[in-house]
């Protein structure tokens, strides 16, 4: 049930993420009890939402649900942004679903994945010509900004990804071939992975 109070705390506190954090999960709790169970028992695996920060996918099999999720919210004095809002129905017969994103991802993992490759290739190739040929740079400041700037892009959101073990190999083989690139190692000098 919602308190009333006639104290906050400033959005830049730290407390107030947590307190938010909270109070949102309180309300998704009782999402969860409204909306029906999936008629599959693969369905009942995936959870009905999705959150990130402040921001929530839900997931569902029915538009009826959705005025179940919005009448909870409000009684949470929660506001569904309408400007920020979309409703995707994905259908295996239709290729369109491939190409919407979600919270910065695409929702195709492969699709994703050649993305994220894309941005991480961009990232590296920026970098590049600011620091990657300077030989005043440390090889461990290098790799240190590497991770933090480029990495961290390709791996972004990955969590979320199904990969078999052929995909991972060539996601791993990507990312040793961007560290090469820092390394200045070209062909024909071999190294074994486990050293790169």
Known sequence: MPFMSNVGTPQGDSLSTVLFTIYLENALREIRTTLPEPNSSY????????????????????????????????????KVNTDKTEFTLLSKSEEDWKKVKKVG??????????RRKQLSSTAL????????????????????????LVKSTL?????TWALTHTEEEKLNAFHRKQL???LNIKFPVKITNKSL
Do not use: M
């Not at 695996?45 to 179940?68: L, M, Q, R």
């Not at 991802?105 to 994703?112: G, R, V």
């Open 155 to 159: 791996l972004y959101n990955c969590s």
């Open 125 to 148: 190739s920026r970098l590049n010509n600011l620091w990657l040929k300077d030989n005043k740079i440390k090889t461990a400041t290098k790799i240190h900004l590497y991770k933090s």
């Open 180 to 182: 090469k690139k820092i």
């Open 43 to 78: 369905g009942r695996e995936i959870p009905n939402e999705i959150a990130y920060t402040d921001d929530v996918d839900f997931i569902g099999h029915d538009y009826a649900n959705i005025a179940k999720i919005q009448e909870t919210l409000e009684k949470y004095q929660l």
């Open 105 to 114: 991802s695409l929702i195709d993992d492969n699709e994703d994945i050649e």
